[in-house]
């Protein structure tokens, strides 16, 4: 294990490459929110498409969610719970705390997780472009996913 100043190095080493690479990235405009669909996938669409899903680990106890949030949040001193993220997908102004959360979310999931979060009811596709609107950077990769399966 490195020291904490090697620690602290490096973090700020990424930092500035996270930086870098956001702002090389092509940012895509996904038109109005209202666009996209604000519904919520029904329990029976979940369990058509993934029979062995547990329909208790749906909506704010999103299991895609928390698996995405462990994953991506091992280092964090306090990782947000699913419960945080579902709120502040919904929330009207959120706090640090809750973009950091939809950040990570925004950020690291790939396609496959977007879906089963999406199925599994933490957030509707809406509440998502939102989300990605409100970080002000939409991936050119992450457009095409939302634009094929999220408008209505």
């Not at 299991?63 to 993220?85: D, F, H, K, L, N």
């Amino acid at each position: 294990m490195g020291s904490k100043q090697e620690i602290r190095t490096w973090a700020a080493h990424e930092t500035r490459r996270r930086a870098a690479e956001h702002a090389l990235a092509v940012s895509v405009d996904l038109g109005p929110p209202e666009r996209y669909d604000d519904e919520y996938t029904p329990t029976e669409t979940l369990l058509s498409l993934r029979p062995d899903a547990d329909p208790d680990a749906t909506g704010p106890r999103s299991q895609t969610v928390r698996s995405v949030i462990c994953g991506r949040c091992a280092g964090w001193a306090r990782p947000p719970r699913p419960e945080e993220v579902y709120e502040a997908m919904r929330a009207a102004n959120r706090n640090r705390i809750q973009r950091s959360a939809i950040g990570v979310l925004t950020r690291e999931a790939d396609f496959e997780e977007l879906m089963n979060a999406h199925l599994e009811g933490a957030f509707t596709w809406r509440q998502l472009v939102r989300a990605f609107q409100e970080r002000q950077h939409v991936p050119r990769s992450r457009a095409g996913f939302l634009r094929k399966f999220a408008q209505r």
